[in-house]
T-cell receptor, first 111, second 113 residues
């Protein structure tokens, strides 16, 4: 099936550092979304992107829809301990099928 | 702010027994999904529903069946549980197929011994 390659798999950073993670695919996507999962909970939508080149912010989070429509990145600025969790990218193919999820990036923040 | 609830939250069952997980929504969304989450695999789609009695298979549907007799309820059944089905199961809902993003439940942790 279709795959999203999400990297890095895990990150260990100090509080206050900036974080960057990305997703790539060999297929074109119409929509890119980024989710965060806290321990013991379901993923929660952070940012949705709908147009190639679109750059969207949500507080300290910034995400971009790649120009080629085959990639997206998520940046977190000035990380804090509550940023800890698993971050997932997800995309929807032009056929309008169910979302495809990346394998996640596990973020650990030390204070 | 539930809107979507899963039950049970935790379950331990024996190999070979049938198991049914329930997802209930109060949002009147058309689409409902069942995913499983496993280390190293992320979220993988098991089955989804696009209306009452309308369902389709996902990437990892073998060994699972679903039913949706009412808009608000989507059931996932493991006919004969195996150890490989030990996982965390998430239900998700959406008004459309995906472009609006999904709202996830809190998950069911299933252990098959």
């Amino acid at each position: 099936g279709q795959q999203l390659n999400q990297s890095p798999q895990s990150m260990f950073i100090q509080e206050g550092e900036d974080v960057s993670m990305n997703c790539t695919s060999s297929s074109i996507f119409n929509t890119w979304l980024w989710y965060k999962q806290d321990p013991g909970e379901g993923p929660v939508l952070l940012i949705a992107l709908y147009k190639a080149g679109e750059l969207t912010s949500n507080g300290r989070l910034t995400a971009q829809f790649g120009i080629t429509r085959k990639d997206s990145f998520l940046n977190i600025s000035a990380s804090i301990p509550s940023d800890v969790g698993i971050y997932f990218c997800a995309g929807q193919l032009p056929a309008g099928t169910a979302l495809i999820f990346g394998k996640g990036t596990t973020l650990s923040v030390s204070s | 702010d539930a809107g979507i609830t899963q039950s049970p939250r935790h379950k331990v069952t024996e190999t070979g027994t049938p198991v049914t997980l329930r997802c209930h929504q109060t949002e009147n969304h058309r689409y409902m999904y069942w995913y499983r989450q496993d280390p190293g695999h992320g979220l993988r789609l098991i089955h989804y529903s696009y209306g009452v009695k309308d369902t389709d298979k996902g990437e990892v549907s073998d060994g699972y069946s679903v039913s949706r007799s009412k808009t608000e309820d989507f059931l996932l059944t493991l006919e004969s549980a195996t150890s490989s089905q030990t996982s965390v199961y998430f239900c998700a809902i959406s008004p459309g197929q995906g472009a609006y993003g999904y709202t996830f439940g809190s998950g069911t942790r299933l252990t098959v011994v």
